[in-house]
């Protein structure tokens, strides 16, 4: 099994910015696609962002596009998510994920998962 712990996590004020970062138990944690998730309170878990075992391909949910970006280094066997120009709206408890193939985009593509890191952005 794959065991990830996401950290970061913070009380930032609205356009602020915050690095998340998720480290993996799992020495082959580059033969994994990984992504980002985020569940806000009352509302359901929400894709953020997803990237490929090498890093050289991403995918950027619309709602964060252009402010967020995922990135990966294997040798650290980490995954990150910079998140600039914070919004309230922003919210949430962030989990990190790990599936096996593709680009994943959706929750049930993922077999492993942290368990989250709070983001609270202020207005």
């Known amino acids: 099994q794959v065991q990830l712990v996401e950290s970061g996590g913070g009380l930032v004020q609205a356009g602020g910015s915050l690095r998340l970062s998720c480290a993996a138990s799992e020495r082959s944690f580059s033969g994994y696609a990984m992504g980002w998730f985020r569940q806000a309170p009352g509302k359901e878990r929400e894709f953020v962002a997803a990237?490929?075992?090498?890093?050289?391909?991403?995918y950027v949910a619309t709602s964060v596009k252009g402010r967020f970006t995922i990135s990966r280094d294997n040798t650290r066997s980490t995954l990150y998510l910079q998140m600039n120009s914070l919004k309230p709206e922003d919210t949430a408890v962030y989990y990190c994920?790990?599936?096996?193939?593709?680009?994943?985009?959706?929750?049930?593509?993922?077999?492993?998962w942290g368990q989250g890191t709070q983001v609270t952005v202020s207005s």
């Open positions: 990237i490929s075992w090498t890093g050289g391909s991403t």
């Open positions: 994920a790990a599936g096996r193939t593709g680009l994943p985009r959706v929750g049930k593509e993922y077999d492993y």
